[in-house]
């Protein structure tokens, strides 16, 4: 029996229909296939090709500013390049190792032995000068300028060289800040590196997408510091140091009805290392005028009171002996003995004050707390709780031994005395602008709390302006301006134990004018080679730093009638 004829074999028409459906099959998949891909996987595909023509590089941002209190730069950027070579796109080594050799300053043998011992891309230099920059750049689209690229980089710079450079700190050429302000605010400052996108082209040079724009947030930084002022400051303590060769030297300028400091000098002068807000030490007689304010606040003793001076030499307790040497009077005021610096008075003063108020009264001054200035490496000092005082720890604390302290906290505490009563923040940054206009305020006067009542510190201008009329402090008096003080020469422990007499801290603190202080000034030169006191090396420093000050700011003379016999004695 024949097979039976397939009818479809011997189609064509039917043939040719399926082999035309065959045939749009895999054009209808490729179709639907791209309708997917441009659909559902357009971000993802679109992102994947970016990547492979764009890279995303990191360049350094412009670092914001550090300024002072009226807009003086202290610390800036400025841009930069580094010249760079990517040696898979050089075309002719020869030509371009000497033509970098003949613009740069580097030996042809040097870019030759970087070329042999680094990687496919080195930097070359460094901070290229701009006139080098501009014949680089001039050639870089040219064969000669094949494979080079100029990388923009950061220099921080300083307008006013080394001044105020222990507050400021420093910051490197990755836009970090490494110590100082510039480390503590480095988040304000710099944000993050900016990351922009770009494309290597056929010659190897670096094309920048400039239709992605980037939101700037970098904040400028300004200081309640006056460069001015600081540079009063750092000049009279080079001028100190250069005379009295200490270990090192501090002045501090505080605006006693706010706050605000408006210098703060150190010697050594090292980046970040500011002794201000680090330096903690026993203050000596300064720390007489804490004391016997307190006393007189709490009632403990009144200014119409005399101190007996057993024959200055007092017996605090078996065998600790005090003695007074630089008077012959059986009995002293409180005045005189703040004038003479007494430690006979202003240790009784602080046995009839006690252990627990005079403990409460330097706690409240602040004496054992960080300030919160926000520096880094901040001291507190230390001060011992009272109930381990002993009755010479107590005597002793009264002229200021057994207790450390920071610059900063003693001329808050003298700013109080100025300003009526009121321990108040002190601060160092007035406020950080932003790009985007916003402004962080961060130096509005803040009272911490009252720590004297306002008729205490009318009685201490009066002690303390003695002090520098009839007293020790004689050397600070500024002709038409009344000036309140002390001065202080206290011995340091030496390395075997015990006081050494020649091993000392001489300071003088301060305020005036007297009627409406403007500035608490203290000075510091912390174990001079050449012997001196605090009236004698500190008080004159004070003088010259309140003068320039007070012509600077323009202050009026409070006392003219002393003007008027300072010129009357000169004629």
Not at 104 to 130: C, D, Q, T, Y
Not at 449 to 476: C, D, N
Not at 545 to 571: F, I, R, S, W
């Amino acid at each position: 029996m024949l097979p039976k004829k397939n009818p479809f074999a011997f189609n064509a028409k039917a043939r040719m229909k399926l082999c035309g459906f065959l045939c749009l099959i895999p054009p209808l998949a490729i179709g639907i296939r791209l309708f997917y891909m441009q659909t559902f996987l357009y971000d993802e595909l679109s992102n994947k090709a970016d990547r492979a023509i764009y890279n995303f590089l990191k360049e350094d941002r412009l670092r914001g500013q550090i300024l002072d209190v009226n807009g003086n730069y202290l610390a800036e950027s400025v841009r930069t390049h580094s010249c760079g070579i990517n040696k898979r796109y050089v075309k002719d080594k020869e030509a371009t190792i000497s033509f970098l050799a003949e613009n740069l300053p580097m030996p042809k043998r040097e870019i030759e032995k970087l070329w042999k011992e680094k990687g496919n891309f080195f930097f070359v230099a460094k901070k290229i000068k701009p006139d080098v920059y501009m014949k680089i750049r001039s050639v870089l689209r040219k064969p000669l300028g094949q494979g080079l690229d100029l990388t923009p980089e950061y220099e921080r710079i300083h307008p006013y060289g080394t001044s105020a450079l222990d507050i400021l700190g420093e910051a490197n050429s990755k836009n970090k800040g490494l110590s100082g302000l510039e480390l503590m605010y480095n988040d304000e400052l710099s944000q993050d590196i900016s990351k922009r996108r770009a494309k290597r082209a056929r010659r190897g040079e670096v094309i920048y997408d400039r239709s992605l724009k980037e939101e700037k947030s970098v904040g400028n930084i300004y200081l309640t510091i006056d460069a001015l002022a600081q540079h009063y400051a750092e000049t009279a303590l080079d001028k100190a140091v250069q005379d009295y060769e200490p270990e090192r030297g501090i002045i501090v300028v505080q605006e006693p009805s706010t706050g605000r400091i408006l210098a703060a000098a150190s010697s050594p002068r090292e980046d970040g290392q500011a002794l201000a807000f680090q330096f903690a030490y026993e203050p000596g007689s300064t720390f007489k005028t804490i004391s016997i304010a307190s006393a007189l606040d709490s009632g403990a003793v009144s200014t119409e009171d005399m101190i007996d001076m057993d024959g200055r030499k007092w017996e605090v307790a078996p065998r600790v002996v005090l003695q007074d040497k630089q008077h012959k009077e059986e009995e002293l005021s409180i005045a005189d003995i703040m004038a003479l610096s007494s430690n006979i008075g202003a240790g009784k003063i602080a046995l009839e004050l006690g252990s627990k108020n005079l403990f409460y009264y330097m706690k409240a001054f602040g004496f054992g707390t960080k300030t919160d200035i926000n520096f880094n490496g901040e001291s507190k000092g230390s001060v011992a709780p009272y109930s381990k005082w002993t009755k010479v720890d107590l005597a002793s604390k009264g002229y200021g031994y057994g207790v450390l302290l920071t610059p900063i906290q003693l001329v808050s505490a003298y700013s109080a005395i100025a300003n009526g009563g009121y321990l108040m923040q002190p601060h160092l940054v007035d406020r950080i602008e932003y790009a985007n206009g916003k402004v962080d305020k961060k130096a509005k006067p803040q009272k911490i709390r009252r720590v004297l009542k306002e008729s205490t510190t009318e009685q201490m201008k009066e002690i303390l302006e003695y002090v520098v009329v009839e007293g020790s402090g004689k050397r600070a008096q500024i002709p038409g301006y009344g000036v309140a003080g002390k001065t202080g020469t206290a011995e340091k422990v030496s390395k075997e134990g015990g006081y050494a007499k020649r091993l000392h801290v001489v300071s003088f603190c301060g305020f005036t004018p007297i009627k409406d202080p403007r500035f608490t000034i203290l000075i510091i030169l912390d174990n001079p080679k050449k012997y001196t006191f605090g009236g004698t090396a500190a008080a004159p420093i004070f003088k010259q730093v309140a003068e320039g000050l007070l012509t600077m700011y323009g202050v009026a003379p409070d006392q003219p009638e002393k003007l008027v016999q300072a010129d009357a004695k000169k004629k």
